[in-house]
């Protein structure tokens, strides 16, 4: 598993980019499905309800949701704890305190009225928040059940994409968009990733 994630690091430093170098195969592109395989053969997948990988979702989301669940995101928390220097405070909402996810993901302000707005445009349930994102995506899920429940779930994470993305648009490239924008562009792309299902 390590070197999996070691090879989707990179993710991370390619900020404000969605190209993903995927060192695992020959060409460098990102294979959900090889990856799966991959994982498969090597280790334990410890959260297999979450990690639903028949969900309609980008393998960019996908993957995404995997560092995240994982605890491997490199939030302001994540790189100080491996004693590197940066400048800290809230791209999203300007306080100043040390970004950690449960922070960049459910209780900052931005955050918490993006939920509020994707919830009214889609029907998603608004998360419980609980002591981590782990526990609160893992709350949320089991609180779910009958047909929609995948659809709600590829909301949930096509949503915490967003916000990271957001995040590093504005920390990378200076651009900020507001709240209710980034709202009607999950709503769009959900409906795209749903169109077929
Ligand atoms: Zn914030």
């Known amino acids: 598993m390590s070197f999996i994630l070691e090879g989707a690091t990179n993710l991370q430093f390619a900020e404000g980019t969605d190209k993903i170098f995927w060192k695992w195969s020959a060409d460098g592109t990102f294979s959900s499905t090889k990856t799966y395989k991959l994982m498969a053969s090597i280790g334990k997948i410890k959260t297999p309800v ?27 928390q994540a790189l100080l704890r491996r004693n590197i220097q940066i400048h800290t405070g809230c791209s999203l909402c300007s ?19 993006l939920w509020q707005l994707v919830g009214n445009l889609t029907g998603l349930a608004f998360p419980v928040i609980s002591d981590t994102v782990l526990q609160t995506v893992l709350n949320t899920e089991s609180s779910l059940s009958g047909p929609g429940k995948d659809k709600m779930l590829a909301y949930m994470f096509t949503t915490l994409w967003s916000l990271w993305n957001e995040r590093n648009n504005r920390r990378s490239r200076d651009e900020a968009k507001p709240v209710h924008v980034l709202a009607k562009s999950i709503q769009e792309d959900g409906a795209l990733f749903f169109k077929h299902s």
């Open 95 to 113: 306080e100043s305190l040390v970004e950690d996810s449960l922070h960049l993901f459910f209780t900052c302000t931005y955050s918490t009225r």
């Open 50 to 76: 979450l990690w639903n990988w028949k969900l309609r979702l980008p393998p960019k989301i996908k993957l995404f949701s995997l560092l995240l669940l994982q605890g491997k995101l490199l939030t302001q």
